[in-house]
């Protein structure tokens, strides 16, 4: 499994603003957030695909495979900071109870703020 898909700049300086209902990081809208009770937010910003993701095995023994998974580029807050990358939308919705889709509405105040 795969939470952070592909991390391209760690540390990086998130530039948030809010025009009404509508989150931007520098400069890009925010198109879906998430967030989790461990603190972690991943905002959306650019859908790269949508593939077939593995995520494990099964008890079984078969493969867990996510069929049309949505790869994300964005803004992933994480304990040490901010971090711009990839990440799997099938992942995030796995962890149900742990982690939840930020309503859009609430996008425009969601995050921390530097």
């Known amino acids: 499994m795969y939470i952070i898909y592909r991390m391209m700049e760690a540390n990086k300086e998130a530039k948030f603003e809010s025009k009404g209902d ?3 990081i520098n400069g890009k809208k925010v198109l879906k957030g998430w967030e ?3 603190g972690m937010y991943w905002f959306a910003l650019e859908k790269i695909q949508e593939q077939d993701s593995y995520m ?14 949505t790869i994300w580029n ?4 994480g304990p040490y900071g901010n971090s711009f ?3 799997s939308q ?9 982690v939840w889709k930020i309503p859009q509405k609430n996008l425009s105040y969601s995050g921390r703020r530097n």
Not at 74 to 77: A, F, K, T, W, Y
């Open 74 to 77: 964005g803004l992933v807050q």
């Open 90 to 98: 099938a992942e995030l919705e796995r962890m149900r109870g742990k």
């Open 36 to 38: 989790s009770f461990s």
């Open 85 to 87: 990358g990839d990440f």
């Open 56 to 69: 494990g095995e099964l008890p079984d023994g078969t493969d867990d495979i996510a069929k049309g998974d």
């Open 22 to 24: 509508v989150l931007y």
